[in-house]
């Protein structure tokens, strides 16, 4: 009975973030949201960590699968892609140098705070 509370547990957040987004038309992803809630009920103390951990780590171990389905619309896409290469290009780079400085001010800030 125990895997069933822990897969229970994180389909009814994912299905509250899912509700939530669609009843309050939001536009931020309802799994997001879901996780958001979980994460809120898991450092409130709500939720126990030992409930889920288990189910979680299945998730991450088999987390490969759920890039099939991209890689293979990389493929069928390619044509595209080739097409739009520069302005993907200069996507990525640009938010990998927003993550960046972020990243490190984030850092700084936080380090400041320990002294």
């Known amino acids: 009975m125990r895997p069933y509370r822990g897969l229970t547990i994180i ?10 987004t669609y009843a309050l038309n939001l536009t931020i992803p ?8 979980l994460l809120g009920a898991l450092l409130t103390g709500l939720i126990k960590p030992e409930w889920v951990e288990g189910e979680a ?3 991450v171990r088999n987390m490969s699968v759920m890039f099939i389905p991209p890689g293979v619309g990389i493929v069928t896409y390619l044509g595209l892609i080739k097409s739009q290469a520069v302005p993907i290009f200069v996507a990525l780079v640009l ?7 972020v990243t490190a001010k984030t850092v700084e800030f936080l380090r400041r705070g320990e002294e």
Do not use: D, I, P
């Not at 389909?11 to 939530?20: M, S």
């Open 11 to 20: 389909f009814g957040f994912y299905a509250l973030g899912e509700f939530t």
């Open 30 to 37: 309802g799994s997001v949201l879901g996780m958001l809630f």
């Open 57 to 59: 780590e299945l998730f």
């Open 95 to 101: 938010s990998f140098l927003v993550t960046l400085v």
